[in-house]
């Protein structure tokens, strides 16, 4: 199991100061009711670890032996051990013990460098006071699904399954390397001539200083035709829908309305969430990870999926595609800091292997953590020989980690059927999670067959710049 080494911490803003402050507060066990017959204690139960993470944990009064270890995403470093409350609720209800830690609140919320090791010493510390459990199954969204990834990969012996929900599965470079594509489209194309810094954000407001221009940016653009183009070929490199919360799904050649709401995601801020993580994985891996030196952008379009909007937005706005793309392999001079490369490959990827089964799912229209991650993940599980472990759903609605409780216990009771049995069968089927999310009455389901593009992404690997550049 490989632990991540720790790092010096680095320098916060006030808030997050104060934030992990409130983390680090020492070892409290709340007063719970007396022991039963089978020694299981029940209640809440909270702890402090020694690289100063905390956990909780919630344990029913009636125990079913299963215990859950929940893995939170990208944000502050708080102990959290369910999805949502509803959840919390539903699973306790149904006797599910649950367990999470905040990761180390020292040093970036982009925690890839603690969280695992944290997660497994969480499970050693809520075991040593609840009694060994039945069964062990790790639960992870957004960057905790890529902590729920690592934990499937390294957890054979301490945890029997893992689902994931929202998991930014393809890693750490590949989300800064296609993120890049997309900011540096924009910088290049709408703000011609202009310095706007990308990479290597000093302070938290550097990052947020170059969201603001390139947000600017694209709301000034968009009352154009030409404008509109440039937005969709930014929008293809960032992998991202065009379908929008509150919207109709246009239809498949609307290619004005598949832009107007890409362009919606961006109105809303994205890049703020984006330009934020970056300065946070760059916190935590030392550097830049990121590069887009040898990158030749005409290809990179030809591999995605929005290609045939962008090429019909820009006929109708008479502008050459061509030479945008020219222009922007001529100009891609990024360069990655291989020492942060490095640090990435080690704490930041998933999908090396498998040592118990996985189920991922995720929503068709994410606009943080793109669907076609699953893609690529995929790839990289079959590539070592363990795509039989991993199966993975998806649900048919716009938004990240936008899962119902209903779709949640049922991927859980899923990937308990392949646990207890040793198979898949037919349990994380579409129609079959969509038959077991409906029948427990709770709030809906939306389960579809699908199956999701690749990630366009023009790197090979997520681990060289050499190999990308060649």
């Given at each position: 199991?490989p632990a991540?080494?720790?790092r010096?911490?680095?320098?916060?803003?006030r808030?997050?100061?104060a934030?992990a402050?409130?983390?680090?507060?020492?070892l409290?066990?709340?007063?719970?009711?007396?022991a039963?017959a089978?020694?299981?204690?029940?209640?809440?139960?909270?702890?402090?670890?020694p690289?100063g993470?905390?956990?909780?944990a919630?344990?029913?009064?009636?125990?079913?032996?299963t215990?859950?270890?929940?893995?939170?995403?990208?944000?502050?470093?708080v102990?959290?051990n369910?999805?949502?409350?509803?959840?919390r609720?539903?699973l306790l209800a149904?006797?599910?013990?649950?367990?999470?830690?905040?990761?180390?609140?020292h040093?970036?919320?982009w925690?890839?460098?603690?969280?695992?090791?944290?997660q497994?010493?969480?499970?050693d510390?809520?075991?040593?006071?609840?009694g060994?459990?039945?069964?062990?199954?790790?639960?992870?969204q957004?960057m905790?699904g890529?902590?729920?990834?690592?934990?499937?990969r390294?957890?054979?012996?301490r945890i029997?399954?893992?689902?994931?929900?929202?998991?930014?599965?393809?890693?750490?470079?590949?989300?800064?390397?296609?993120?890049?594509?997309?900011?540096?489209?924009?910088?290049r194309?709408?703000?011609?001539?202009?310095?706007?810094?990308?990479?290597?954000?000093?302070?938290?407001?550097?990052?947020?200083?170059?969201?603001?221009?390139?947000?600017?940016?694209v709301?000034?653009?968009?009352?154009?035709?030409r404008?509109?183009?440039?937005?969709?070929?930014?929008?293809?490199?960032?992998n991202?829908?065009a379908?929008?919360?509150?919207?109709?799904?246009?239809?498949?050649?609307?290619?004005?309305?598949?832009?107007?709401?890409q362009?919606?995601?961006?109105?809303?801020?994205?890049?703020?969430?984006v330009?934020?993580?970056?300065?946070?994985?760059e916190q935590?891996?030392?550097?830049?990870?990121?590069?887009?030196?040898?990158?030749?952008?005409?290809?990179?379009?030809?591999?995605?999926?929005y290609?045939?909007?962008?090429r019909?937005?820009?006929?109708?706005?008479?502008?050459d595609?061509?030479?945008?793309?020219?222009?922007?392999?001529?100009?891609?001079?990024?360069?990655?800091?291989?020492?942060?490369v490095?640090t990435?490959?080690r704490t930041?990827?998933?999908?090396?292997?498998?040592?118990?089964?996985?189920?991922?799912?995720?929503?068709?229209?994410?606009?943080?953590?793109?669907?076609?991650?699953?893609?690529?993940?995929?790839?990289?599980?079959?590539?070592?020989?363990?795509?039989a472990?991993?199966r993975?759903?998806?649900v048919?609605?716009?938004?990240?980690?936008?899962?119902?409780t209903?779709?949640?216990?049922?991927?859980?009771?899923a990937?308990?059927?392949?646990?207890?049995?040793?198979?898949?069968?037919?349990?994380?089927?579409?129609?079959?999670?969509?038959?077991?999310?409906t029948?427990?009455?709770l709030?809906?389901?939306?389960y579809v067959?699908?199956?999701?593009?690749?990630?366009?992404?023009?790197r090979?690997?997520?681990t060289?710049?050499?190999?990308?550049?060649?």
């Open positions: 199991m991540g080494t720790r010096p911490r680095t320098s916060r803003t808030l997050r100061v934030l402050a409130l983390a680090c507060a020492a409290v066990t709340l007063p719970l009711p007396a039963q089978d020694a299981t204690a029940t209640g809440r139960l909270t702890g402090t670890l690289d993470a905390t956990w909780i919630d344990v029913p009064d009636h125990w079913n032996g215990l859950l270890l929940f893995s939170h995403g990208f944000g502050p470093t102990a959290a369910a999805p949502t409350g509803a959840v609720t539903e149904q006797g599910y013990a649950m367990a999470g830690s905040s990761y180390d609140p040093g970036s919320m925690a890839l460098d603690s969280a695992e090791r944290d497994f010493a969480t499970l510390a809520v075991t040593a006071k609840i060994a459990p039945r069964r062990t199954l790790a639960v992870g957004s905790g890529l902590v729920n990834a690592q934990l499937a390294d957890g054979g012996g029997d399954g893992a689902l994931g929900q929202c998991g930014l599965v393809a890693g750490g470079t590949d989300l800064d390397n296609y993120q890049l594509d997309a900011e540096y489209t924009i910088a194309l709408l703000l011609p001539g202009q310095d706007v810094p990308l990479v290597r954000f000093g302070t938290a407001a550097d990052a947020s200083a170059t969201a603001a221009r390139l947000t600017k940016a709301t000034d653009a968009q009352s154009t035709p404008g509109r183009a440039r937005i969709a070929l930014a929008a293809a490199f960032l991202l829908p379908w929008a919360p509150g919207a109709d799904r246009p239809a498949p050649d609307d290619w004005a309305g598949r832009q107007e709401q362009y919606a995601w961006f109105a809303q801020g994205i890049l703020a969430f330009e934020g993580g970056r300065y946070a994985v935590s891996v030392g550097g830049n990870n990121s590069w887009n030196r040898g990158v030749d952008y005409a290809r990179l379009l030809d591999g995605s999926v290609a045939p909007q962008v019909a937005l820009y006929r109708a706005a008479g502008l595609l061509r030479a945008d793309l020219r222009t922007l392999t001529k100009d891609a001079v990024i360069t990655a800091d291989p020492a942060a490095r990435a490959r930041s990827t998933a999908g090396q292997g498998l040592d118990v089964p996985l189920l991922d799912v995720h929503t068709t229209a994410d606009h943080l953590v793109p669907v076609e991650q699953e893609n690529r993940f995929a790839a990289r599980v079959r590539a070592a020989g363990d795509g472990l991993l993975q759903a998806y048919e609605r716009q938004g990240h980690c936008a899962f119902t209903a779709e949640t216990v049922a991927a859980l009771h990937l308990e059927h392949r646990v207890a049995t040793g198979r898949w069968d037919d349990a994380a089927t579409p129609a079959a999670l969509q038959r077991s999310a029948a427990l009455g709030d809906g389901a939306a067959l699908y199956r999701p593009a690749p990630l366009t992404v023009g090979d690997g997520p060289s710049p050499a190999r990308s550049a060649s």
